[in-house]
């Protein structure tokens, strides 16, 4: 979306379905600029994506982006960030030879004499037994996104209410408590 004109180094079509173990409970982190380019990447996160560190570098974070996770998902993101506010989201990521990796995620804006400057991540293992229905949620909003004839804003406003019900059912007021529910 924001990253329009970067063409990153693989072809992040290319999926096999595998899910990749994260071992250890370092959070997988990095920081961006202020339009989503990465600025650090940490070494687990290298590790676990299996990018080395010069090739997270000076890229766009959607380096990492799975394509089963809907475009409704990433347009919350920027638009909290965006509005200057944090963002906690539940994240299929892709690693380099097309593996994938589910981790929780908080980003937030890195505030510097009280001018925004970028954005930081770090992500965590989430307990094994919610990836099924965050799966399954995935593919419900995809498909709501799919049947939008519209080019706007428009588009998301289905895949949003599936979220929102999603929420709501497991109980919780907003998708920041589920997420943080959620941390093995
Ligand atoms: C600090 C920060 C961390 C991000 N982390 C991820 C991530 O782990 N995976 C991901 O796919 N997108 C991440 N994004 C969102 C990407 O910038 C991008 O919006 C998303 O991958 C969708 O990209 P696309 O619309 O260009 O396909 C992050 C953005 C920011 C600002």
Redesign the pocket.
Known sequence: ????GFMPPVD?RQITNRSVPITGRRA?Q???DLK?I?THASQS?SEVSGFEHDELIGQ???????PD?P?TF??Y??QE?QADREFFGM?K??CKNGDHYW?M?R??PIIQSGKKV????A?FLPKAEIIPEWEQLFQDMRRAESKQSYIDERRFKPAYQILNRFIRRRGFNNLRDLVLSTRA
């Open positions: 979306m924001l990253s329009m992040t997988l990095s920081k961006t989503g990465i996160l766009p974070q959607n380096i990492l982006r799975h996770v475009d990433y347009h993101l920027w960030l994240v990521n892709r981790v995620m980003t937030a970028g954005y930081t991540s992500r």
